[in-house]
Nanobody
Framework: QVQLVESGGGLVQPGGSLRLSCAAS????????MGWYRQAPGKKREFVAR???????NYVDSVKGRFTISRDNAKNTVYLQMNNLKPEDTAVYYC??????????????WGQGTQVTVSS
């Protein structure tokens, strides 16, 4: 059992930056994939970014070049650095983890989410 706790969300103006953190209750060394999904009001939860134990990463097209995912196994933490934020990035961001190869909201472990609001 792995518990995940997200932090770092908040209100930011367009063009601003935030760094989300996801702290795990256990070692993430053997967790194959970790990442982030987000859900905006009235929309389905969508994939944002993921990172594997080998530090292979991929992103949804809308955040490429603006968001960077990283993991610190020593701190059992995954980060999402978000730069040049846009109003359409407004959503609740969820951190997930899976010992398998798939990061999907229907399986694995998930946090409670952190709100990100981009508005002037």
């Amino acid at each position: 059992q792995v518990q995940l706790v997200e932090s770092g969300g908040g209100l930011v103006q367009p063009g601003g930056s935030l760094r989300l953190s996801c702290a795990a209750s256990a070692s993430i060394f053997s967790i194959n994939v970790m990442g982030w999904y987000r859900q905006a009001p009235g929309k389905k939860r969508e994939f944002v970014a993921r990172i594997t134990t080998g530090s292979w990463t991929n992103y949804v097209d809308s955040v490429k070049g603006r968001f960077t995912i990283s993991r610190d196994n020593a701190k059992n933490t995954v980060y999402l650095q978000m730069n040049n934020l846009k109003p359409e990035d407004t959503a609740v961001y969820y951190c997930g983890a899976d010992f398998g190869s798939v990061l999907d909201p229907s399986r694995g472990y998930w946090g409670q989410g952190t709100q990100v609001t981009v508005s002037s």
